[in-house]
């Protein structure tokens, strides 16, 4: 096929061209923006979180008015549940992940340092936390109960006491100390004093997207016992999620039965927290789809119509090529050929106007930048529509007896 007759007869076409040009362009540009966004939206809510989702629940409470004896109180509660059958474990703590609220804490490696190493979010729990929460430790050691600290005494004012050792994720301890053994290190965040790595754990989510992706596991756990009144987080891991309905009926009755004067704000399985957590996530993905489909949808229709009126406005032409010699194959090629042309044209301009869109988004709303391998997935996908769009008009063209085209004009 030669592509000399084909460039000719699109110099001559200009303003047809050039709509297909433009057409194809703008549904690249968009289409390979819309691809990267449902990725990247994805890629979120598939997010390794650390924890054992399936088997944990989660009972929030509050109390009404003050309460001088919450911690004696946070300990009945916690032998209360770990007492319920089918109940692993339970732990309190200040915060729980798949939540909007988080602590946090700038963490140093140096006391005289004026700007951070990175901020991490604090959770705090006893030596039974990792255990309900199903943290995998990948280096180091639990809690032991010497090292557990009480809030009250970390609270009071002017207190020294402070946590000397702590947990944190992997993605922190390679941030803070890249290659090196984290076991044994030091940095500062909580008081004067350095506190002393003493465990590693594989993964551990942040409660909320504070710092953005990249830091979305800077994560530690300080050795603090606290009281329901913080946070009034109650986690309990059950040994079968079949029981998990089971468990929090029971758990609410023994809250109730230990003391009459608290709320009970939420029960939920981390399931139900986590699909409610990424909730805008998952709509906007749908909504990227449909945005692709219509798109995709018109696109391919306007190259239809466009086709169709190409072809007719050249039925001369093609009845004389087929009064040459030229076979239905030839014509159907040349169609097609021409419209691989203009869509690879389209798709330059396209390819362009997704980085200025990226460049776009990245400066208002914070985006990453569009990888490249979202290009070659956009060009694939525009090039086979064109394909199949301009099949029937070619079909049809070649389809024209020669006598019927050159009288028809």
Same mark, same amino acid.
């Given at each position: 096929?030669?592509?000399?007759?084909?460039?000719?007869?699109?110099?001559?076409?200009?303003?047809?061209?050039?709509?297909?040009?433009?057409?194809?362009?703008?549904?690249?540009?968009?289409?390979?923006?819309?691809?990267?966004?449902?990725?990247?939206?994805?890629?979120?809510?598939?997010?390794?979180?650390?924890?054992?989702?399936?088997?944990?629940?989660?009972?929030?409470?509050?109390?009404?008015?003050?309460?001088?004896?919450?911690?004696?109180?946070?300990?009945?509660?916690?032998?209360?549940?770990?007492?319920?059958?089918?109940?692993?474990?339970? @732990?309190?703590? =200040?915060?729980?992940?798949?939540?909007?609220?988080?602590?946090?804490?700038?963490? =140093?490696?140096?006391?005289?340092?004026?700007?951070?190493?990175? =901020?991490?979010?604090?959770?705090?729990?006893?030596?039974?936390?990792?255990?309900?929460?199903?943290?995998?430790?990948?280096?180091?050691?639990?809690? @032991?109960?010497?090292?557990?600290?009480?809030?009250?005494?970390?609270?009071?004012?002017?207190?020294?006491?402070?946590?000397?050792?702590?947990?944190?994720?992997?993605?922190?301890?390679?941030?803070?100390?890249?290659?090196?053994?984290?076991?044994?290190?030091?940095?500062? @965040?909580?008081?004067?004093?350095?506190?002393?790595?003493?465990?590693?754990?594989?993964?551990?989510?942040?409660?909320?997207?504070?710092?953005?992706?990249?830091?979305?596991?800077?994560?530690?756990?300080?050795?603090?016992?606290?009281?329901?009144?913080?946070?009034?987080?109650?986690?309990?891991?059950?040994?079968?999620?079949?029981?998990?309905?089971?468990?929090?009926?029971?758990?609410?009755?023994?809250?109730?039965?230990?003391a009459s004067n608290r709320?009970?704000?939420?029960?939920?399985?981390?399931?139900?927290?986590?699909?409610?957590?990424?909730?805008?996530?998952?709509?906007?993905?749908?909504?990227?789809?449909?945005?692709?489909?219509?798109?995709?949808i018109v696109t391919a229709?306007?190259?239809?119509?466009?086709?169709?009126?190409?072809?007719?406005?050249?039925?001369?032409?093609?009845?004389?090529?087929?009064?040459?010699?030229?076979?239905?194959?030839?014509?159907?090629?040349?169609?097609?050929?021409?419209?691989?042309?203009?869509?690879?044209?389209?798709?330059?301009?396209?390819?362009?106007?997704?980085?200025?869109?990226?460049?776009?988004?990245?400066?208002?709303?914070?985006?990453?930048?569009?990888?490249?391998?979202?290009?070659?997935?956009?060009?694939?996908?525009?090039?086979?529509?064109?394909?199949?769009?301009?099949?029937?008009?070619?079909?049809?063209?070649?389809?024209?007896?020669?006598?019927?085209?050159?009288?028809?004009?």
């Amino acid at each position: 096929m030669e592509i000399r007759p084909i460039l000719s007869t699109l110099r001559r076409h200009k303003t047809a061209a050039a709509l297909i040009v433009l057409e194809i362009a703008l549904s690249c540009a968009i289409i390979c923006n819309a691809l990267f966004l449902i990725g990247d939206r994805m890629t979120q809510m598939q997010r390794v979180s650390g924890i054992d989702e399936q088997n944990i629940v989660r009972m929030q409470i509050t109390g009404i008015g003050t309460d001088d004896n919450a911690a004696s109180l946070t300990q009945t509660d916690l032998a209360s549940l770990r007492a319920i059958p089918g109940v692993r474990n339970a @732990s309190v703590t =200040n915060q729980v992940l798949f939540n909007n609220s988080s602590w946090n804490s700038s963490v =140093n490696l140096t006391k005289e340092q004026t700007h951070q190493n990175l =901020n991490s979010t604090i959770y705090m729990g006893d030596v039974s936390f990792l255990d309900t929460l199903g943290l995998k430790l990948v280096a180091g050691r639990n809690f @032991s109960p010497d090292d557990i600290v009480e809030w009250d005494e970390v609270n009071k004012p002017n207190s020294k006491v402070q946590p000397h050792v702590a947990i944190l994720s992997k993605s922190t301890t390679d941030k803070l100390w890249p290659g090196e053994n984290p076991i044994g290190k030091q940095f500062y @965040s909580w008081g004067d004093d350095p506190t002393r790595v003493v465990g590693v754990v594989e993964h551990l989510m942040r409660p909320n997207r504070n710092g953005g992706p990249g830091e979305l596991e800077y994560s530690m756990i300080l050795p603090i016992r606290v009281p329901f009144t913080v946070g009034g987080n109650y986690l309990i891991r059950v040994t079968d999620p079949s029981r998990r309905a089971e468990v929090i009926a029971a758990a609410e009755k023994a809250f109730n039965h230990n003391a009459s004067n608290r709320i009970l704000l939420e029960k939920a399985t981390v399931e139900d927290m986590r699909r409610d957590y990424f909730r805008d996530d998952r709509s906007m993905a749908w909504l990227m789809v449909s945005v692709c489909v219509a798109l995709l949808i018109v696109t391919a229709l306007g190259i239809v119509g466009l086709a169709s009126f190409w072809v007719q406005q050249r039925t001369r032409q093609i009845g004389v090529r087929r009064a040459l010699g030229a076979t239905k194959g030839q014509i159907l090629r040349y169609f097609q050929t021409e419209n691989f042309l203009l869509a690879t044209l389209g798709i330059v301009v396209g390819m362009i106007l997704a980085f200025g869109i990226n460049q776009l988004l990245m400066e208002r709303y914070e985006l990453p930048r569009l990888p490249l391998l979202y290009l070659p997935i956009g060009a694939v996908v525009l090039w086979m529509l064109g394909q199949v769009s301009v099949f029937g008009p070619a079909r049809r063209a070649a389809a024209v007896p020669p006598a019927v085209a050159t009288r028809s004009v």
